[in-house]
């Protein structure tokens, strides 16, 4: 969970890439139902900053990875 608020961050880089492979290593950490992974995650604010991820001007990759990221914490 030490590394959760680092990846939150890093969803507000300015290279795409850096914002892709935050989102995927969020949706990894959030994904197989571990309680207490996903509320660290969206105490961090990851979910505004996810979302904002899924506008259009996103390359379809980050959107990809975002929309993973918001299912594996619903």
């Known amino acids: 969970a030490g590394a959760v608020p680092l990846l939150v961050q890093?969803?507000?880089a300015c290279?795409?890439?850096v914002r892709l492979q935050a989102a995927?290593?969020?949706k990894r950490i959030a994904e197989g139902q571990n309680?207490?992974?996903q509320a660290a995650i969206a105490a961090a604010?990851?979910?505004?900053s996810l979302v904002r991820l899924l506008a259009a001007?996103?390359?379809?990759g980050v959107q990809e990875q975002a929309a993973?990221?918001?299912f594996a914490l619903a």
């Open 10 to 12: 890093l969803l507000r």
């Open 15 to 17: 290279m795409a890439g």
């Open 24 to 26: 995927a290593a969020l």
């Open 35 to 37: 309680q207490e992974r």
């Open 45 to 48: 604010g990851a979910v505004p």
């Open 57 to 60: 001007a996103s390359p379809a």
């Open 68 to 70: 993973g990221a918001l």
